[in-house]
């Protein structure tokens, strides 16, 4: 069975959660092909891509949103179309995407089945938790971004069949649990400067910023920051006392499975991580709207408490694509 693997390339979660679906794949002896699009990921993925694209990214902002202008510019609808068609849906047996527009495009013009296997499946699911605020629009984007004819979606709970459990990477998994006090922060949608005006009122605390807008290592009295690389930001989590982050899915989902103290900030006008939000504060984890100064108390008040949510993330990769694979046939 020849199948195409279609990966979205904003961001980090997508292409981390990949190296383990990927071995899993080819553990059913399948003619694999990788595609992703985007320019917006910080790491790569230690296989052959037979498809780089720039596809349809959101760019992140500094001041805790997306940076719509940007995101605008980036776009090229010519060159997005010229992408779309370039890509021979037609040429394989099945398609898996997570959330990739150009392959799902695709698939969608030229009339061609393609399954979802994504955290956004389920976040669309109505059995899943939503804000109470209604965003009309950002539901319609996250709905109309990647279409698919068929759906299965990772979450914080398996809140309907096929929703499953988040799939927590290896080297999560393997990583030496401890607590050595720092606080680790992931927030790229803020500045630096940002992240530093509102960590820097709170003292006597070692924040580990990692950092999107940066390249180089720096540090202010009692906070560091350094750019994204998998080794450090795993063993910074892994060794931390908590984790501050957006409300995206995978740093959160990590951070409920290494048992840490979390505290999220969701982006400005994004569906998703609204609805992420919505469910994190369902399951006990205190969410704050902006690093603005109303909410310092709140911070220092998680720093200072031990509210640490339990969960049981099981390792079942291999059997949901084997699943998935079956099913899809």
Not at 54 to 62: C, E, M, N, V, Y
Not at 128 to 136: E, F, G, I, M, W
Not at 153 to 165: A, C, D, M, S, V
Not at 294 to 317: A, F
């Amino acid at each position: 069975m020849k199948v195409l693997y279609a990966i979205q390339g904003t961001g980090n979660g997508h292409l981390s959660r990949s190296k383990d679906v990927i071995p899993a794949l080819l553990n059913n002896n399948i003619d694999l092909d990788i595609l992703i699009s985007g320019i917006q990921a910080d790491i790569s993925i230690p296989y052959d891509v037979k498809y780089r694209l720039k596809g349809l990214s959101f760019i992140f902002g500094k001041k805790g949103g997306v940076d719509m202008w940007r995101t605008y510019l980036k776009s090229n609808t010519a060159r997005l179309q010229k992408e779309i068609k370039s890509v021979p849906v037609e040429d394989y047996d099945l398609i898996i995407n997570d959330f990739e527009p150009v392959s799902a495009w695709a698939c969608k013009l030229k009339n061609k089945k393609s399954v979802s296997f994504s955290h956004q499946a389920a976040v669309l699911s109505p059995s899943a938790p939503k804000p109470s605020k209604n965003d009309v629009m950002g539901k319609f984007i996250l709905k109309k971004y990647a279409p698919t004819t068929t759906q299965y979606g990772l979450h914080f709970k398996p809140y309907e069949n096929n929703i499953y459990t988040p799939i927590i990477r290896k080297d999560i998994r393997e990583a030496n649990v401890k607590n050595k006090g720092h606080y680790t922060v992931y927030l790229p949608a803020y500045s630096d400067d940002k992240v530093l005006k509102m960590l820097s009122k709170i003292k006597g605390v070692e924040w580990q910023v990692f950092s999107k807008h940066n390249t180089k290592a720096s540090f202010a009295k009692n906070i560091s920051i350094q750019p994204i690389t998998n080794n450090a930001f795993v063993s910074s989590m892994a060794s931390s006392a908590g984790i501050l982050c957006g409300a995206g899915f995978e740093a959160p989902a990590e951070a409920l499975y290494l048992n840490k103290k979390l505290l999220v900030v969701p982006m400005k006008s994004q569906f998703e991580q609204q609805c992420n939000a919505a469910a994190l504060k369902e399951m006990g984890v205190p969410v704050i709207k902006s690093l603005k100064k109303k909410h310092l108390e709140k911070m220092k008040n998680w720093i200072e408490g031990n509210n640490r949510i339990s969960v049981d993330y099981p390792n079942q990769t291999q059997q949901i694509v084997n699943q998935l694979l079956e099913e899809s046939v």
